[in-house]
C-alpha cells in the first residue's frame, strides 16, 4: 500500500516492483488508521488470514520460518486478535540518547511475568509485522501475542542517527512533521498512564495465566480476552 510517496528513488523503485506477484496499491496519504476501514484494503487482504506490516521493518536476521511460526501460534491461542514480532531492543545503539527512552519504554514487553511460553510473550501490537487471523472492523491493539528469539525484528527508525541522515532519512523525517510519528511513542520513554489495568493484572496473576494458557490454550486466550477487552478501553481502536 504505497501512500503517495513522493521521494524519486522510492517511486522508482515502487514503478519496479509492481508485477503479477506484487501489486503495488496506491493510495492517497491516510496513514495506518484509515487504512484499517479503508475499502481498497478489505477487498486486498484475504480473510481466512493475512500478514500486515509497516514499511520499515527490518527482516534481515529473522528466521524464514518467521509466517509458519507466526500462523502456528495464532492457531494455538485462538481468540487473540493477531499474533506479532518482538521489537529487538537488545542491538540499540548504545550512544544514541535516544535508544535509552526506547529501552526504558520496550523493556516491560520482555518482562519475565508476560511470558506465556518460550519465546512468546503477552504484549500489544501495533501496526508491525503481525499474522491477523480474520478481519475486523476494529483494530486491535491488545490482547496479542509477540514472538521473540529468531522470530524478533528490527524497527529501522530506532537506528537513525539524527545527527548523521542519509538523504532518504532526512526527506522523510521533514515530510513527517506534524504527524507525531517521531519523538512519540516507544521514542518518548515511560508515562504515569502507563501503569494500566493490563500491567496490573499480568504482574499479579502472572502464574495463573500462564497455566491456564497452559492447560488450554484456546479457553485461556477467549478468556483473556474478554477481560481485558472489558477493563481497558485501549484495547481495541475505532477506526471507521
Known sequence: MDMDSTFTPMVKYLENLNSDKIIVEKLENIGPRLLWSHSRFIHSI?????????GDIDLSETSNMVFDE???ISLKYKYFK??????????????????????DSE?????????????AVLAPIDTTLAFYPSYTQDFYHWPA????GKNSIMHKPWYVDYENLTPEE????????????????????????????TKTLLYRYSRAIK??????????????????????????????
Open 211 to 240: 497455566f491456564i494458557l497452559l492447560i488450554s490454550p484456546k479457553f485461556g486466550s477467549l478468556l483473556i480476552t474478554k477481560l481485558i477487552n472489558s477493563r481497558n478501553l485501549d484495547s481495541v481502536i475505532k477506526t471507521a
Open 145 to 148: 501475542v509477540r514472538l521473540s
Open 82 to 103: 493477531k499474533v506479532g514480532c518482538a521489537l529487538r531492543i537488545d542491538n540499540l545503539p548504545i550512544y544514541l540518547k535516544k535508544s535509552r527512552d526506547i529501552i
Open 170 to 197: 532526512a526527506y522523510y523525517i521533514e515530510k513527517a512533521r506534524g504527524w507525531g510519528g517521531f519523538g512519540t511513542s516507544a521514542e518518548r520513554g515511560k508515562r504515569p498512564e502507563d501503569n494500566d489495568f
Open 107 to 119: 523493556i516491560d514487553n520482555w518482562s519475565e511475568y508476560r511470558s506465556i511460553a518460550q519465546n
Open 46 to 54: 484475504n480473510n481466512n488470514g493475512f500478514f500486515l506490516t509497516d
Open 70 to 72: 507466526l500462523v502456528k
